[in-house]
């Protein structure tokens, strides 16, 4: 059974930073591209950030930067390092890996004084 476990997601001030994970069982972590993605409320869903299995990274426009995406193939797990966040930032934010379009149940980050 294919898992994608999200945490991390918080209520944090403006300028402040979180760190999220997404843990995945039930795959061959290190064969899969991983992504990151948000969905705030009215809005479609996004990309925010993505790394391949070879480690090439990838970011939407509006990360300016703020944002890096890594991968520990031990621990079967993908990371979303987020700093100088903006309330625009509100949103669920979604692991995925592909192939074969797994989804994890999101985690709600809120950036709100």
Do not use: H
């Not at 795959?27 to 591209?33: A, W």
């Not at 705030?40 to 944002?67: C, D, H, M, W």
Request: charged fraction near 15%.
């Amino acid at each position: 059974q294919v898992q994608l476990v999200e945490s991390g997601g918080d209520l944090v001030q403006p300028g402040g930073s979180l760190r999220l994970s997404c843990a995945a069982s039930g795959i061959i972590f290190r064969f899969y591209d991983m992504g990151w993605y948000r969905q705030a409320p009215g809005k479609q869903r996004e990309l925010v950030a993505a790394i391949t299995r070879g480690g090439t990274t990838n970011y939407a426009s509006f990360v300016k930067g703020r944002f890096t995406i890594s991968r520990d193939n031990v621990r079967n797990t993908v990371y979303l390092q987020m700093n100088t966040l903006e309330p625009e930032d509100t949103a669920v934010y979604y692991c995925r890996a592909s192939p074969n379009n797994y989804w994890g149940q999101g985690t709600q980050v809120t950036v709100s004084s």
